[in-house]
């Protein structure tokens, strides 16, 4: 048997959390299964087997720090599995049977008697032991006591019941039972008699929280506001879309507004630099890099694009929907994360329409886009008519890009989607 280390994750990251393992102690796998998932500082990382063999030991449980180049768990050999399993028919419990064996055997049966006689399985126990949050290794140990998960105070979180919570639960006097959970009634306590549930800042939240404070703290915010008019662009996306969908790709407004965005870099490149710590050079990006903020379950995330000024349309469609589906999921790859130049938050999907949003750094400038909304506007006759308007929000690095430099990028990107023709002139 073996130990499996954890691997040099890359980017100076010395620790994860792991979020979910995806097999138990005792299970046999494939090479190359995926064994556990764990979250970096940038993105959720599923962790293979490097062969085939028996999980024997899980270093670590769900919600852990786990350390690079620590052992995450521990793996036997091919063929060895079987010896094993003659040893000990269930190792998943090892060390739950190693620290109940302290319990009285008289107790033990005593406790076995007590469960069949006072909570005989039922639909409803079974019911509420699959609810009941436990690991797989606390429910065998559940199992070989004859108990019910549902008559056991978890005190972990979200009531999960612990280990240690069953080990309670066998030494507590026969007849006496768990406090019950309470009913709808008793929740309705006051707020001095409620706790306050503490939830740790780590993983990407804690990353974000570090950055977003570094930014605001450091870089002097110019915030431009701006309304464009998007009716030209909404009938363009409505004659192609058919044609994109033909092609199996699916065509938003997002690609139309970062080749615009990469168009209006190409008068204004100061949008698309980075400048050094000691604020003495601008350094001036070789591509554009659009970023685009995704709100995942794993918390903010901002995937690029790499080069959209060389992409079509259908290509920047394409990365799109890959990178916010992966993002959303939590797995985006290094590569997609590293880079960025320019950022766009559509905060507008969420029903959003002015904002003041924060520098991603080392980037010197990012758009919020607010909702789309249709709205009165006069035309060249004076006459009212319905207009699709989105507002935008931008905010610059000060420290290098003045409030006039800011004013004229966005109006030349305002020009390119408000008259969406006008970029077929600019196509290479």
């Not at 670590?60 to 521990?74: M, N, R, S, T």
């Not at 793996?75 to 269930?90: K, P, V």
């Not at 019910?148 to 005190?155: E, N, P, R, T, V």
């Not at 699916?250 to 000691?278: C, G, H, Q, W």
Request: charged fraction near 25%.
């Amino acid at each position: 048997m073996s130990d499996f280390i954890l691997p040099d994750i890359g980017e100076g990251i010395v620790e994860c959390e792991l979020v979910k393992w995806l097999v138990s102690e005792g299970d046999m796998i494939e090479e190359d299964q995926p064994v556990v998932e764990v979250m970096t500082d940038k993105a959720l990382v599923e962790i293979p087997a490097p062969h085939k063999g028996q999980i024997k030991r899980l270093y670590y449980k769900e919600g852990d720090i786990a350390k690079v180049h620590a052992p995450l768990f521990e793996l036997s050999e091919e063929g060895s599995e079987q010896e094993d399993d003659a040893n000990n028919d269930n190792d998943d419990s090892a060390s739950e049977k190693a620290t109940a064996s302290s319990t009285p055997a008289i107790q033990k049966t005593e406790t076995k008697k007590q469960a069949s006689d006072s909570a005989g399985p039922s639909e409803a126990t079974s019911a509420t032991e699959l609810k009941t949050p436990a690991s797989p290794a606390v429910r065998r140990l559940v199992r070989e006591y004859d108990l019910s998960l549902g008559h056991i105070s978890g005190s972990g979180r979200d009531g999960r019941v612990l280990k240690e919570d069953v080990l309670a639960h066998l030494k507590r006097p026969q007849g006496q039972t768990d406090t019950p959970a309470p009913t709808q009634s008793a929740k309705r306590t006051s707020a001095a008699d409620q706790q306050v549930r503490v939830e740790p800042i780590k993983g990407m939240k804690a990353v974000m929280a570090k950055r977003m404070v570094a930014a605001a703290s450091s870089i002097p915010h110019f915030i431009f506001s701006e309304d464009i008019d998007v009716t030209e662009l909404l009938a363009l996306r409505a004659q192609l879309k058919p044609l994109a969908e033909a092609s199996g790709s699916r065509l938003t407004l997002m690609p139309f507004i970062m080749k615009a965005m990469a168009l209006a870099i190409r008068e204004y490149p100061i949008l698309n630099s980075r400048v050094n710590d000691e604020v003495t050079e601008i350094h001036y990006q070789p591509q554009c890099n659009i970023g685009m903020a995704v709100d995942s379950k794993a918390g903010l995330m901002v995937p690029n694009i790499k080069g959209v000024e060389h992409l079509s349309l259908l290509e920047i469609a394409d990365e799109v929907a890959r990178l916010t589906e992966a993002a959303r999921e939590g797995r985006v790859a290094q590569d997609d994360l590293k880079g960025g130049t320019i950022t766009i938050s559509n905060i507008g999907a969420l029903g959003g329409t002015y904002a003041s949003p924060i520098i991603n750094a080392p980037e010197v400038a990012i758009v919020a886009l607010g909702r789309t909304q249709t709205l009165p506007r006069f035309d060249q006759a004076g006459n009212v008519t319905a207009r699709a308007i989105m507002p935008v929000s931008w905010a610059g690095d000060h420290r290098i890009i003045d409030g006039g430099t800011i004013a004229r990028f966005s109006n030349c990107w305002k020009g390119y989607l408000e008259s969406p023709q006008s970029m077929l002139l600019h196509l290479g």
